[in-house]
């Protein structure tokens, strides 16, 4: 199972209950997530994989940032 990477755990300061990812889908706890885009391309090769449509979005902000 892919996981996920991490957008929000934070919302005004407030924790979210469950962390909003990339993808945008919900996620249920207990769920493997990566902390951060960083952490996620860290992993890859690896044996957990990320979310294909979280890194999608993730280079999609990227280039909207460039
Ligand atoms: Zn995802």
Redesign the pocket.
């Known amino acids: 199972m892919?996981?996920?990477?991490v957008k929000y755990e934070y919302n005004d300061g407030v924790k979210l209950r469950v962390p909003e990812?990339?993808?945008?889908?919900e996620?249920k706890y207990p769920s493997w997530l990566f902390q951060d885009a960083q952490h996620a391309a860290l992993a890859a090769g690896g044996s957990i994989q990320?979310?294909?449509?979280?890194i999608k979005?993730i280079i999609k902000q990227l280039e909207q940032e460039l």
């Open positions: 892919p996981a996920h990477v990812v990339w993808c945008g889908r996620i990320p979310c294909k449509a979280c979005a």
